[in-house]
T-cell receptor, first 117, second 112 residues
Framework: AQSVTQPDIHITVSEGASLELRCNYS??????LFWYVQSPGQGLQLLLK??????LVQGIKGFEAEFKRSQSSFNLRKPSVHWSDAAEYFC???????????????FGQGTILTVHP | EAGVTQSPTHLIKPRGQQATLRCSPI?????VYWYQQALGLGLQFLLW???????NRGNFPPRFSGRQFPNYSSELNVNALELEDSALYLC???????????FGPGTRLTVT
């Protein structure tokens, strides 16, 4: 079955420290991949996306992600975290072909990021 | 450019009643998606509409239904409400079914 896994439920970092959030996917073919961020009680904001091509993608708010086909991973990184980055982060995937999964975003369980001053 | 809008922000309904949630996509987007975010269950795909047709459906009972209007806005109807339907319902839109999806702020449904 197609799935997206975020191994870390909760991560705590100090402000100014670097950040890496992990994401692994399990699909028959390489899906389109996304990272979203959600502040408490709010909707999801798209941070970045990977469709094909360059495996290092840049997003908004200083985030980047690296696609590694050999590891079926799409990890999110930021060199220096700000207190305003505290939120929940979701990795998501969508199959880019027909079938029963067409149009359906599959989300990971989410990683809650806490930032200490 | 206006984003995806949803109404109402909050909705409180008694068990057994019907709830109607509304969504307006980003201008130019033809696809609308509905997701449920329930406590402990994560984000789950509900429905996808494109050009007025239902294109895909998640693993939810038939009492979850919806439609898409000619202006591409959409309604999600939940009939015979159950306590476990309490959740944040998120609407998203995209230009076509294969592109990135942009989300609205959600409607918080509470079933009492």
């Amino acid at each position: 079955a197609q799935s997206v896994t975020q191994p870390d439920i909760h991560i705590t970092v100090s402000e100014g420290a670097s950040l890496e959030l992990r994401c692994n996917y399990s699909y028959g073919a390489t899906p389109y991949l996304f990272w979203y961020v959600q502040s408490p009680g709010q909707g999801l904001q798209l941070l970045l996306k990977y469709f094909s091509g360059d495996t290092l993608v840049q997003g908004i708010k200083g985030f980047e992600a690296e696609f590694k086909r050999s590891q079926s991973s799409f990890n999110l990184r930021k060199p220096s975290v700000h207190w305003s980055d505290a939120a929940e982060y979701f990795c998501a995937a969508i199959i880019n072909a027909g079938g029963t999964s067409y149009g359906k975003l599959t989300f990971g369980q989410g990683t809650i990021l806490t930032v200490h001053p | 450019e206006a984003g995806v809008t949803q109404s109402p922000t909050h909705l409180i309904k008694p068990r057994g009643q019907q709830a109607t949630l509304r969504c307006s996509p980003i201008s130019g987007h033809t696809s609308v998606y509905w997701y449920q975010q329930a406590l402990g269950l994560g984000l789950q795909f509900l429905l996808w509409y494109d050009e007025g047709e239902e294109r895909n459906r998640g693993n939810f009972p038939p009492r979850f239904s919806g439609r898409q209007f000619p202006n591409y806005s959409s309604e999600l109807n939940v009939n015979a409400l159950e306590l476990e339907d309490s959740a944040l319902y998120l609407c998203a839109s995209s230009w076509r079914g294969r592109d990135e999806q942009y989300f609205g702020p959600g409607t918080r449904l509470t079933v009492t």
